[in-house]
C-alpha cells in the first residue's frame, strides 16, 4: 500500500510537469518560440522529454512500476475474495459480545423460527450459512460488494491500458482542408503533413473519397456561431457513394474512420493570367493568424498566399480578405478589423511580391518567406473584379467559397475504453458506497417458544447499521407476523 | 417575462441568498462559541432561505440565457457555492447531525459567490457550438457536484481536522505531563482507529445543540472532523470519475480524441489522482490521520488550480468554455 501511495503521488507530480511546460502536439509554437529564446532551456528539456512528459520514459516508469505493484497487490485479494465467495459464514457461540445485540421471543418453534430468518435475510440480500444440521444457529454477512468492487475497479486499469496501446498504437489522426466542391482522398499525403500514426499502423490509409458539396455556418443575432455543417457524399473503395452530414458534435464513422467537424474557413479561387495565359486558378484556403490574447478571433482578417514560381522573377501575392468595402475603409483608417461572417461584397487586398520565393518541398505555409522579396505592387479585387499588376499579369476574383477543416482519426480502443471506464465506475461505486455487515443469529426454546438472540456488526457505517439493525431484528422476531395480524 | 426581467430576478435572488448566507453565518459562529439553541435555529431557517433563493436565481438564469445554466465561470461558480450549502445542509447537519460547522461551510460559499460576481460577472448568453452536447451538460453538473464535495470535504473540514486534531494532542501532552508530574501512569493515546472506524463514544446526537462547548474545545472532536471529511471526500471520489469519463465521451464526440492532456484534463486527472492517494493513505499504515489529511489539502489545490487557474488563464480547447 506503502507503495501504491508514493507512487501515486509521484504520477500526480510528474503531471504538473507536464502541464507547466508546454507539450508537442498542444503548444507547439511555444516550444518553438522557447527554441529560439531559451536555447539552453530547450536542450535541457528536449532531454529530459520534458516537452512529451506523458510519453517519456520516466513517466511509463511510474506508472508501469505502478501496474507492476497493483499486480502484486490484487493477485492475493482477488484469491481471498474468491476463497470468500465460496466459503459460506460461520456460526458463533456467545452473540452478546458483539457491538450490536438483541433480544426477543416469539411463538414459533426455534427450527420454525430459523428457518423465518434465514428467509428474511435471504430476501434482504445477506449471504447465510449453510443448513447442515444446524437448525438453531445461522450466521450471515453482507457487503462482499465492497471487495468486489474495489478489485474490479483496480484491474480495469489493465483494459484501460490495452485500449490504449490498441487503439494509439494501430490508428492515426490529422486534419484534412477541404474546400467546398473538391473531393478528398483519405490518404497519408492528403493530410499536408499533420498526420500522427501510430507505431504499428500498417500504412492502410482506407482511401475513402469525400466529396465536400456544401458547407453552411449559422450564426446567430450576435454574430458567433451556432453550427457548422460539412454535407457531400462519401464513398469506401468498392461501395456506392452515400450521403454524409458532418456537424459539430455529431462526427459520421464512415469505413472505420471517423470523420469530425472540426473547423472552417474562407477559401477564395483567385485566377492570375500572364497575358491571355491562365497560370494560376484554384482556391486558396485563407486562415487567420494566432489570435493576440483578449481579441475577439473572429474579427481578425483571413490571409491568404499565391506563389508563382515559374514567372521570372518568381513572385509571391498575400491577400487579406474583408467582408465588402466599407470593413476594408475602417480598418485602414482605425486599424479595426470586423468579423467576416457573411460575405456582403467582398473584397481582397494584395501586396506582389517580387524576388526568390524560397520554396520548401512542401509548401503549405501562409505565410511568404521574404528574405528575397521586395514589394512590387499593391491593390484591391472585389468579388467578380480582376485588376491589372503590371507586366501583363493580371488578378482576378470570380468566386468566394468556404473550406471546412475535419477531424479524421481511427481509434480501435474506443469500445475497450468504454468498457474500462463502466467497469472503473461500477466498481469504484460499489467500493465506496457499501459496506460490510455481519449478523448472527440463534434460536433457544422456551416455555413460551423460542428467545431470538441476534448479535452483529458493521465495518464500515456504524451509524446506519444501528438503525438497520433494529429493523432487521423487528422483521426476524416477526415483524410478519404483525402483518399478517393486520391483513 | 422577458430575458432582462429574468435576468434581473437572478441578479436580485443571488443577492439575497448572500445576504442570508452571511447573516446565518454570524449566527452558526455565535452558535459555535455560545451554544444556544434557538441561534442554531434561526440559522439553519435562514441557510434554507438563502438556499431556496440561491435555486430561484440559478433556475432564472437558465431561463434568461435560454439553455442550461451552467455556461461560464459565473455560473460554475454559483452552482457550486449552492451545492456546498446544500450538501452540508442535508448530509452535515440532517444526516451526520454535526451543526456546528455551519459558520466555516458558508464562508467558504460567500467567498466563491462573492469571487464569482466581482471578476466572473456575465450577462446571460448562448453557448459556443462544441459546448451544445449533452454530455457536455452531464459533464459540467458531475464536475460541479464533485468539486463541492472535495471542496467542502478537504478545504472545509480538513484544515478544521488539522487545527483541532493539533489542540487535542497538545491538550493530551499536557495531560500526559501532569500525569507523569504526579508520577501516575499515562493515559492511553487516543485510538488509531481503521479506515472508516467510529471514534470511541462518539455515538450519533453527541454533538447536539443543547450539548455546550465538550472537553474538546468549540469543534467536534477531531475524530469527528476526520471521519466527515473522509465521507465526503470518498463520496464524491465516483462523482468525479465521472465527471472526467462524461468528459472524456464528449472530447471523443467533438474533437475525435478522448484524451488530450490538455490543461483542463491533466489538472481534472491531477486531482483525481491526488485524491485517490487520500483515500489510499487513509487506508494505509503511518499515513493515517494527519498526513492523510496534508494529501486531502494537496487535493483542495490541485482542485483550486484546476477550476481558476485552467478556466481563466491557461488557453486549451476547453477555453471555449465561454471564459
Ligand atoms: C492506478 C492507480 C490507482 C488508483 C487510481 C487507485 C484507487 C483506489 C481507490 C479509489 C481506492 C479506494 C477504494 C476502496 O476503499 O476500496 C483504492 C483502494 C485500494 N487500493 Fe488502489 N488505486 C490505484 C493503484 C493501487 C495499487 C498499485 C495498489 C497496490 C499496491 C492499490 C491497492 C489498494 C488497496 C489495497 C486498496 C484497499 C484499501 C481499503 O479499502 O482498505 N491501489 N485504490
Same mark, same amino acid.
Request: proline share 5%; charged share 20%; glycine share 8%.
Given at each position: 500500500?506503502?507503495?501504491?501511495?508514493?507512487?501515486?503521488?509521484?504520477?500526480?507530480?510528474?503531471?504538473?510537469?507536464?502541464?507547466?511546460?508546454?507539450?508537442?502536439?498542444?503548444?507547439?509554437?511555444?516550444?518553438?518560440?522557447?527554441?529560439?529564446?531559451?536555447?539552453?532551456?530547450?536542450?535541457?528539456?528536449?532531454?529530459?522529454?520534458?516537452?512529451?512528459?506523458?510519453?517519456?520514459?520516466?513517466?511509463?516508469?511510474?506508472?508501469?512500476?505502478l501496474l507492476v505493484s497493483l499486480v502484486a497487490c490484487l493477485f492475493p485479494r482477488t484469491r481471498a475474495l474468491l476463497r470468500s465467495i465460496r466459503s459460506r459464514p460461520q456460526p458463533v457461540h456467545e452473540l452478546?459480545?458483539?457491538?450490536?445485540?438483541?433480544?426477543?421471543?416469539?411463538?414459533?418453534?426455534?427450527?420454525?423460527?430459523?428457518?423465518?430468518?434465514?428467509?428474511?435475510?435471504?430476501?434482504?440480500?445477506?449471504?447465510?450459512?449453510?443448513?447442515?444440521?444446524?437448525?438453531?444457529?445461522?450466521?450471515?454477512?453482507?457487503?462482499?460488494?465492497?471487495?468486489?468492487?474495489?478489485?474490479?475497479?483496480?484491474?480495469?486499469?489493465?483494459?484501460?491500458?490495452?485500449?490504449?496501446?490498441?487503439?494509439?498504437?494501430?490508428?492515426?489522426?490529422?486534419?484534412?482542408?477541404?474546400?467546398?466542391?473538391?473531393?478528398?482522398?483519405?490518404?497519408?499525403?492528403?493530410?499536408?503533413?499533420?498526420?500522427?500514426?501510430?507505431?504499428?499502423?500498417?500504412?492502410?490509409?482506407?482511401?475513402?473519397?469525400?466529396?465536400?458539396?456544401?458547407?453552411?455556418?449559422?450564426?446567430?443575432?450576435?454574430?458567433?456561431?451556432?453550427?457548422?455543417?460539412?454535407?457531400?457524399?462519401?464513398?469506401?473503395?468498392?461501395?456506392?457513394?452515400?450521403?454524409?452530414?458532418?456537424?459539430?458534435?455529431?462526427?459520421?464513422?464512415?469505413?472505420?474512420?471517423?470523420?469530425?467537424?472540426?473547423?472552417?474557413?474562407?477559401?477564395?479561387?483567385?485566377?492570375?493570367?500572364?497575358?491571355?495565359?491562365?497560370?494560376?486558378?484554384?482556391?486558396?484556403?485563407?486562415?487567420?493568424?494566432?489570435?493576440?490574447?483578449?481579441?475577439?478571433?473572429?474579427?481578425?482578417?483571413?490571409?491568404?498566399?499565391?506563389?508563382?514560381?515559374?514567372l521570372r522573377p518568381q513572385v509571391g501575392i498575400e491577400l487579406s480578405l474583408w467582408p465588402d468595402s466599407s470593413a476594408l475603409v475602417q480598418f485602414l483608417e482605425t486599424g479595426e478589423s470586423s468579423p467576416m461572417?457573411?460575405?456582403?461584397?467582398?473584397?481582397?487586398?494584395?501586396?506582389?511580391?517580387?524576388?526568390?520565393?524560397?520554396?520548401?518541398?512542401?509548401?503549405?505555409?501562409?505565410?511568404?518567406?521574404?528574405?528575397?522579396?521586395?514589394?512590387?505592387?499593391?491593390?484591391?479585387?472585389?468579388?467578380?473584379?480582376?485588376?491589372?499588376?503590371?507586366?501583363?499579369?493580371?488578378?482576378?476574383?470570380?468566386?468566394?467559397?468556404?473550406?471546412?477543416?475535419?477531424?479524421?482519426?481511427?481509434?480501435?480502443?474506443?469500445?475497450?475504453?468504454?468498457?474500462?471506464?463502466?467497469?472503473?465506475?461500477?466498481?469504484?461505486?460499489?467500493?465506496?458506497?457499501?459496506?460490510?455487515?455481519?449478523?448472527?443469529?440463534?434460536?433457544?426454546?422456551?416455555?413460551?417458544?423460542?428467545?431470538?438472540?441476534?448479535?452483529?456488526?458493521?465495518?464500515?457505517?456504524?451509524?446506519?447499521?444501528?438503525?438497520?439493525?433494529?429493523?432487521?431484528?423487528?422483521?426476524?422476531?416477526?415483524?410478519?407476523?404483525?402483518?399478517?395480524?393486520?391483513? | 417575462?422577458?430575458?432582462?426581467?429574468?435576468?434581473?430576478?437572478?441578479?436580485?435572488?443571488?443577492?439575497?441568498?448572500?445576504?442570508?448566507?452571511?447573516?446565518?453565518?454570524?449566527?452558526?459562529?455565535?452558535?459555535?462559541?455560545?451554544?444556544?439553541?434557538?441561534?442554531?435555529?434561526?440559522?439553519?431557517?435562514?441557510?434554507?432561505?438563502?438556499?431556496?433563493?440561491?435555486?430561484?436565481?440559478?433556475?432564472?438564469?437558465?431561463?434568461?440565457?435560454?439553455?442550461?445554466?451552467?455556461?461560464?465561470?459565473?455560473?460554475?461558480?454559483?452552482?457550486?457555492?449552492?451545492?456546498?450549502?446544500?450538501?452540508?445542509?442535508?448530509?452535515?447537519? @440532517?444526516? !451526520? *447531525?454535526?451543526?456546528?460547522?455551519?459558520?466555516?461551510?458558508?464562508? &467558504? +460559499?460567500?467567498?466563491?459567490? =462573492?469571487?464569482? /460576481?466581482?471578476?466572473?460577472?456575465?450577462?446571460?448568453?448562448?453557448?459556443?457550438?462544441?459546448?451544445?452536447?449533452?454530455?457536455?451538460?452531464?459533464?459540467?453538473?458531475?464536475?460541479?457536484?464533485?468539486?463541492?464535495?472535495?471542496?467542502?470535504?478537504?478545504?472545509?473540514?480538513?484544515?478544521?481536522?488539522?487545527?483541532?486534531?493539533?489542540?487535542?494532542?497538545?491538550?493530551?501532552?499536557?495531560?500526559?505531563?501532569?500525569?507523569?508530574?504526579?508520577?501516575?501512569?499515562?493515559?492511553?493515546?487516543?485510538?488509531?482507529?481503521?479506515?472508516?472506524?467510529?471514534?470511541?463514544?462518539?455515538?450519533?446526537?453527541?454533538?447536539?445543540?443543547?450539548?455546550?462547548?465538550?472537553?474538546?474545545?468549540?469543534?467536534?472532536?477531531?475524530?469527528?472532523?476526520?471521519? @466527515?471529511? !473522509? *465521507?465526503?471526500?470518498?463520496?464524491?471520489?465516483?462523482?468525479?470519475? &465521472? +465527471?472526467?469519463?462524461?468528459? =472524456?465521451?464528449? /472530447?471523443?464526440?467533438?474533437?475525435?480524441?478522448?484524451?488530450?492532456?490538455?490543461?483542463?484534463?491533466?489538472?481534472?486527472?491531477?486531482?483525481?489522482?491526488?485524491?485517490?492517494?487520500?483515500?489510499?493513505?487513509?487506508?494505509?499504515?503511518?499515513?493515517?490521520?494527519?498526513?492523510?489529511?496534508?494529501?486531502?489539502?494537496?487535493?483542495?489545490?490541485?482542485?483550486?488550480?484546476?477550476?481558476?487557474?485552467?478556466?481563466?488563464?491557461?488557453?486549451?480547447?476547453?477555453?471555449?468554455?465561454?471564459?
Amino acid at each position: 500500500m506503502r507503495t501504491a501511495l508514493v507512487l501515486l503521488l509521484l504520477l500526480a507530480a510528474a503531471s504538473v510537469v507536464g502541464s507547466l511546460i508546454p507539450q508537442h502536439g498542444v503548444a507547439d509554437p511555444r516550444i518553438a518560440a522557447m527554441e529560439l529564446d531559451h536555447p539552453l532551456r530547450y536542450d535541457i528539456y528536449e532531454a529530459l522529454g520534458f516537452f512529451d512528459v506523458y510519453g517519456s520514459v520516466w513517466f511509463t516508469l511510474i506508472y508501469g512500476l505502478l501496474l507492476v505493484s497493483l499486480v502484486a497487490c490484487l493477485f492475493p485479494r482477488t484469491r481471498a475474495l474468491l476463497r470468500s465467495i465460496r466459503s459460506r459464514p460461520q456460526p458463533v457461540h456467545e452473540l452478546d459480545g458483539f457491538r450490536h445485540y438483541a433480544e426477543r421471543e416469539v411463538a414459533a418453534d426455534p427450527a420454525r423460527a430459523i428457518a423465518r430468518a434465514r428467509k428474511v435475510l435471504r430476501r434482504r440480500f445477506f449471504r447465510v450459512s449453510k443448513t447442515n444440521g444446524a437448525t438453531r444457529a445461522l450466521a450471515a454477512e453482507k457487503g462482499i460488494a465492497r471487495e468486489a468492487g474495489s478489485l474490479i475497479f483496480h484491474w480495469s486499469f489493465f483494459l484501460i491500458l490495452i485500449g490504449i496501446a490498441l487503439g494509439k498504437g494501430t490508428g492515426f489522426a490529422g486534419n484534412a482542408v477541404i474546400v467546398e466542391g473538391e473531393t478528398w482522398t483519405e490518404a497519408h499525403a492528403n493530410y499536408d503533413g499533420n498526420i500522427v500514426e501510430g507505431r504499428f499502423f500498417n500504412e492502410a490509409h482506407t482511401g475513402l473519397q469525400l466529396d465536400v458539396r456544401d458547407f453552411q455556418v449559422t450564426y446567430r443575432e450576435d454574430g458567433s456561431a451556432e453550427d457548422f455543417v460539412t454535407r457531400g457524399e462519401v464513398t469506401v473503395p468498392g461501395n456506392r457513394a452515400e450521403p454524409v452530414e458532418i456537424s459539430v458534435n455529431h462526427p459520421a464513422a464512415v469505413g472505420g474512420v471517423k470523420l469530425y467537424q472540426f473547423g472552417f474557413g474562407w477559401a477564395p479561387i483567385v485566377e492570375v493570367r500572364d497575358g491571355s495565359e491562365l497560370i494560376a486558378s484554384r482556391p486558396v484556403p485563407f486562415s487567420q493568424l494566432a489570435s493576440p490574447p483578449g481579441a475577439d478571433p473572429r474579427a481578425l482578417p483571413w490571409n491568404g498566399v499565391v506563389r508563382l514560381p515559374s514567372l521570372r522573377p518568381q513572385v509571391g501575392i498575400e491577400l487579406s480578405l474583408w467582408p465588402d468595402s466599407s470593413a476594408l475603409v475602417q480598418f485602414l483608417e482605425t486599424g479595426e478589423s470586423s468579423p467576416m461572417l457573411r460575405p456582403v461584397d467582398p473584397v481582397m487586398t494584395y501586396v506582389v511580391y517580387r524576388g526568390a520565393l524560397r520554396l520548401k518541398s512542401v509548401e503549405t505555409s501562409n505565410e511568404l518567406d521574404k528574405s528575397a522579396l521586395q514589394v512590387w505592387k499593391r491593390g484591391a479585387v472585389g468579388l467578380g473584379g480582376s485588376e491589372e499588376i503590371g507586366n501583363g499579369l493580371t488578378i482576378s476574383f470570380p468566386e468566394l467559397r468556404e473550406y471546412t477543416v475535419l477531424h479524421v482519426s481511427r481509434d480501435r480502443g474506443v469500445m475497450i475504453m468504454l468498457v474500462a471506464a463502466v467497469l472503473v465506475l461500477a466498481g469504484l461505486v460499489a467500493a465506496l458506497y457499501s459496506s460490510r455487515r455481519k449478523l448472527w443469529v440463534q434460536a433457544e426454546p422456551v416455555e413460551t417458544g423460542t428467545v431470538l438472540k441476534v448479535g452483529g456488526f458493521a465495518l464500515q457505517r456504524r451509524m446506519q447499521f444501528e438503525e438497520e439493525f433494529s429493523r432487521l431484528v423487528d422483521e426476524l422476531a416477526g415483524g410478519s407476523e404483525k402483518r399478517a395480524g393486520i391483513r | 417575462m422577458t430575458i432582462d426581467q429574468w435576468t434581473s430576478v437572478s441578479r436580485a435572488a443571488f443577492t439575497a441568498a448572500l445576504v442570508a448566507y452571511l447573516v446565518s453565518m454570524l449566527l452558526y459562529f455565535h452558535f459555535l462559541a455560545f451554544r444556544r439553541k434557538t441561534v442554531w435555529k434561526v440559522a439553519i431557517a435562514l441557510a434554507s432561505i438563502g438556499l431556496v433563493s440561491h435555486i430561484l436565481a440559478v433556475v432564472a438564469r437558465g431561463m434568461a440565457a435560454e439553455r442550461v445554466p451552467w455556461g461560464n465561470m459565473y455560473e460554475y461558480s454559483s452552482l457550486l457555492a449552492l451545492l456546498v450549502v446544500a450538501g452540508y445542509l442535508f448530509i452535515v447537519e @440532517l444526516r !451526520y *447531525r454535526v451543526h456546528t460547522l455551519g459558520g466555516f461551510v458558508l464562508g &467558504f +460559499a460567500i467567498l466563491t459567490m =462573492a469571487v464569482a /460576481a466581482m471578476f466572473f460577472y456575465r450577462g446571460p448568453a448562448p453557448l459556443v457550438p462544441a459546448l451544445n452536447s449533452y454530455w457536455i451538460k452531464i459533464h459540467v453538473v458531475a464536475a460541479i457536484t464533485g468539486s463541492a464535495l472535495f471542496a467542502l470535504g478537504s478545504g472545509v473540514f480538513t484544515p478544521l481536522y488539522l487545527w483541532q486534531s493539533r489542540r487535542e494532542r497538545r491538550r493530551d501532552e499536557r495531560l500526559r505531563a501532569e500525569a507523569a508530574e504526579l508520577g501516575a501512569k499515562s493515559p492511553a493515546p487516543i485510538m488509531g482507529g481503521s479506515l472508516d472506524d467510529d471514534p470511541p463514544g462518539y455515538e450519533a446526537g453527541a454533538d447536539e445543540p443543547a450539548a455546550g462547548p465538550s472537553r474538546h474545545g468549540l469543534l467536534p472532536p477531531a475524530e469527528v472532523l476526520d471521519r @466527515l471529511a !473522509y *465521507r465526503t471526500i470518498a463520496f464524491a471520489f465516483p462523482i468525479w470519475t &465521472f +465527471a472526467v469519463i462524461a468528459g =472524456a465521451i464528449w /472530447a471523443e464526440r467533438a474533437w475525435g480524441r478522448y484524451w488530450g492532456w490538455d490543461p483542463k484534463e491533466t489538472w481534472s486527472f491531477i486531482t483525481w489522482v491526488v485524491f485517490a492517494g487520500y483515500l489510499h493513505a487513509r487506508a494505509t499504515a503511518g499515513w493515517k490521520g494527519r498526513k492523510a489529511a496534508v494529501v486531502a489539502l494537496v487535493g483542495f489545490a490541485s482542485l483550486l488550480v484546476t477550476y481558476y487557474v485552467v478556466n481563466i488563464w491557461v488557453v486549451g480547447l476547453h477555453s471555449y468554455k465561454g471564459f
